[in-house]
């Protein structure tokens, strides 16, 4: 990559601002030390070591993933406490027990008895036992036990008196903070999020069950902490080392703190449409938000004159939002620049990352695929 | 893979039925040659050695390729005669060189003058020259010169008189089939596209330009072919050999000849919100086609009564339509099969392909990513 910048890459090409990452980053760990809490980072969005190592300080402990294939990936490369915050998947039990019998801190994630069961059928050798995280729904509506039904903490109970197991958190994510519009109603979900879980810690704690630390996370959350968060053991947001405007809408950033781009190039005039033909289409973008942003698929960066407007798979057609296109500020072979509405979809469709530093690309970043 | 059964499979999985695909495939080699017209198959769907070989009929001459990746990947394994059927990217004008330096041909696609210097640009060495394809556009409205326009004939006369090229082709793409409901309208479609295509070779001939071959494609179109396309010289679909829901509801197939399925697991049930959980994001199935079939994203095989009613990046949820859902019906770790809105994008979110013949994994495919 030595000497390449930005324009010499072949596009499509998913392009990272380092030092943006870099400062998504820095700030995340900040505001969490801060706090007084436990950054324990997701992998899901970029799948990368080198990302990775940048989220955790280079400490490549205390880490959330998605996916086995994540867990393993980050396995084989020197981490360790690694937490598939993911339903226990019962055809993936025996991975699970391998990454717990080899690491010295692996975590599974459950929301019912029978999962239990299944973690009972395969007990652990070399004297390991299966770290258990309960996940809790505090009104997110995806996995977890709801919070206000006795079936919460009659099955942390379970999971605390089984033997070869051990509760070690309850897990919550406020993915509903993805349906706020500015910092007030994301402190405002946060906080009802973070309150549902330490009540549900102080009932563990009133019947006897102290240990099992608590988390909760979401990047819009965790970019506008209340302080009773500082109550918590740990947060788990990832989105944040990348943004995207997704996140700058919900207000969980501006969009200057987005690290993530799409360079595109122009293939087509097409004037009788008053259209251009550039060479991304969604295997470069992913379909990501419908194209319902004002300026559809995505942010064309420096012309908000634009607008993505569809997309197949290897081609995007581009528009003016009014008026005619002056064809002769777009030639043939010109780059464009998209900022993607969601950065972790986007991030999926990509085998490789050009990061660059001031417009010199400085590494390639691969991520990890599969499951 | 030995002994293995599609039950065995890790999931989130896509599976493909190998009787169907070699069905698929060989019922379009013999429309093609019934009708006496050159199958050029395109590889996009798939992206695959394997699957390339099947339709080819074991050639691994004559194909059509979307990306550069994709030349390269099928140029490595000894496919010769490969046209990439992409607007020249001003980018990739010296990768397109060592590949037509490289193969016995390697054919181009343009559809304007200044992609055409950038080829003068560039002569090829070893006394090669371009092979080029002219784009034109039949209506369909992405990319090539419109038919309609002067320019068409212009450009075609400007390629063939240039030195070092060959105006190998006229290329069109009915893409516009795509908007059909049935095997009337597709025939409509692909007799139009058909006439136009054949109107401009004789303006050509009348112009003293005999040579180059004309082709037209589209999985709807070359599924449903007109007796008038026998006289084009090639036909370039390439969904066919999987189909998809969307084609089915085009009509250019039945639902049983899908030969496409991606497997998932139940991961949770949650009676309060009438909603199963299953292991089955976006990033298993793409988000084509916006979840606006009356089943949601996908059809659910055998379960005409659910629907999968969103996503995010690793999970599914799936409700019935209507009424209340029985959960014995679905248990935990059971296996649910979606049949895709759009085998294209779902493919292209796998990193692996899992081959079945009568429910028996007997080969894996791995296709080929990137630009």
């Known amino acids: 990559m030595a000497g390449l910048t930005m324009a010499d890459l072949s596009t499509p090409a998913l392009l990272l601002d380092l030092e943006i990452v870099q400062r998504n980053a820095r700030l995340m760990l900040d505001r969490c030390q801060k706090l007084g809490v436990q950054l324990r980072p997701h992998m899901k969005t970029h799948k990368t070591l080198e ?29 360790d406490d690694i937490l598939y915050a993911y339903p226990l998947p019962f055809d993936k039990v025996e991975r699970c027990a391998q990454l717990s019998e080899r ?29 258990v995280w309960m996940k809790l729904d505090c009104d997110n509506g995806r996995a977890g036990v709801p919070h206000s039904e006795p079936a919460a903490l009659k099955l942390a109970q379970e999971i605390s008196e089984t033997a070869g197991v051990e509760l070690t958190g309850i897990y919550a994510h406020c993915g509903n903070t993805y349906g706020c519009k500015g910092e007030e109603q994301i402190k405002a979900v946060a906080q009802q999020t973070t309150a549902i879980t330490l ?17 909760i996370g979401s990047t819009p959350s965790c970019s506008h902490p209340v302080p009773e968060m500082a109550m918590l053991s740990e947060v788990h947001p990832g989105n944040y080392v990348f943004y995207d405007v997704q996140q700058s809408l ?28 550039v060479d991304c289409g969604w295997t470069a973008l992913s379909l990501d938000g419908g194209g319902r942003l004002p300026t559809g698929y995505a942010i064309i960066e420096g012309h908000p004159e634009l607008k993505l407007t569809s997309m197949t798979q290897e081609h995007g057609r581009v528009e003016p939002i009014s008026g005619e296109l002056d064809f002769s500020q777009f030639p043939l072979g010109s780059v464009l620049t998209f900022i993607p509405h969601h950065a972790c979809a986007t991030a999926a469709m990509h085998p490789v990352y050009y990061v660059h530093s001031k417009g010199k690309i400085v590494d390639t970043w691969k991520p990890t695929r599969g499951w």
């Open 51 to 79: 990302c990775a190592d940048i989220m955790t300080g280079g400490s490549r402990r205390c880490i959330v993933v998605s996916t086995l294939a994540e867990a393993s990936f980050y396995a084989d490369r020197g981490y």
């Open 103 to 131: 690491l010295s801190l692996f975590h599974v994630l459950l929301d019912n008895s029978l999962a239990l069961q299944q973690l009972k059928k395969r007990p652990l050798s070399h004297g390991k036992i299966w770290h």
């Open 199 to 215: 009540q549900f810690m102080e009932k563990l704690k009133a019947i006897g069950i102290q240990g099992p630390k608590s988390s």
């Open 250 to 277: 919900i207000g969980s950033c501006k969009l200057e703190d987005v690290a993530v781009r799409v360079l595109t190039r122009v293939i087509g005039h097409y004037p009788h449409r008053n259209q251009l033909l």
